[in-house]
T-cell receptor
Framework: GENVEQHPSTLSVQEGDSAVIKCTYSDSASNYFPWYKQELGKGPQLIID?????GEKKDQRIAVTLNKTAKHFSLHITETQPEDSAVYFC?????????????FGKGTHLIIQP | SQTIHQWPATLVQPVGSPLSLECTVE??????LYWYRQAAGRGLQLLFYSVGIGQISSEVPQNLSASRPQDRQFILSSKKLLLSDSGFYLC????????????FGQGTRLTVV
């Protein structure tokens, strides 16, 4: 099965600066990598995802990059704002694909300092 | 558009009591359904998943069971709760046909006392 490692566990940045969260995965057959944002007391919300046939995807202030050779992918948030404060999770297919669910990283608590 | 409903939002139950958490999805047919548990801290652990009515796959041996009596209904149950069953339980769904992101409900905070 898949193993996903996520770093850092906590990240504090000044408002307006950029934040980068990194994940590695173990299964070279994995082909889909979503990122989730979880606010306190709520369920995780899918914010961006990337498939293995592209190296980068952007959506306004957030972007995800993927390096299949090195088996790692990263979330980039630019011009951070107070509402970006949350816990972020990366994930990969649990068994390389299909309906078997996702394996999640342990999460990064992002703190935006005013 | 698709929506997922999960209830109750919070639950406090004594040790040894039964449990029933319900999840329903609207706006889609034949979804894949999942139950995850999030322990204090943050990690998400897959408990059960289902690709169709009556089809349940269990990932973690434990004091819990799941059922899917209807296409868009997923239920998490226990006959006798343990203290260690406390946590944040999340239902999620995806459409079939390969890897794609799961969409989560708002979760149930279960405290076993």
């Amino acid at each position: 099965g898949e193993n996903v490692e996520q770093h850092p566990s906590t990240l504090s940045v000044q408002e307006g600066d950029s934040a980068v969260i990194k994940c590695t995965y173990s299964d070279s057959a994995s082909n889909y990598f979503p990122w989730y944002k979880q606010e306190l007391g709520k369920g995780p919300q899918l914010i961006i995802d990337i498939r293995s046939n592209v190296g980068e995807k952007k959506d306004q202030r957030i972007a995800v990059t993927l390096n299949k050779t090195a088996k790692h992918f990263s979330l980039h948030i630019t011009e951070t704002q107070p509402e970006d404060s949350a816990v972020y999770f990366c994930a990969a297919p649990r068994l390389g694909g299909g309906a078997d669910g996702l394996t999640f990283g342990k999460g990064t608590h992002l703190i935006i300092q005013p | 558009s698709q929506t997922i409903h999960q209830w109750p939002a919070t639950l406090v139950q004594p040790v040894g009591s039964p449990l029933s958490l319900e999840c329903t999805v609207e706006g889609t047919s034949n979804p894949n359904l999942y139950w995850y548990r999030q322990a204090a801290g943050r990690g998400l652990q897959l408990l059960f998943y289902s690709v169709g009515i009556g089809q349940i796959s269990s990932e973690v041996p434990q004091n819990l069971s799941a059922s899917r009596p209807q296409d868009r209904q997923f239920i998490l149950s226990s006959k006798k709760l343990l203290l260690s069953d406390s946590g944040f339980y999340l239902c999620a769904w995806t459409t079939g046909g390969g890897s794609r992101g799961a969409f989560f409900g708002q979760g149930t905070r279960l405290t076993v006392v």
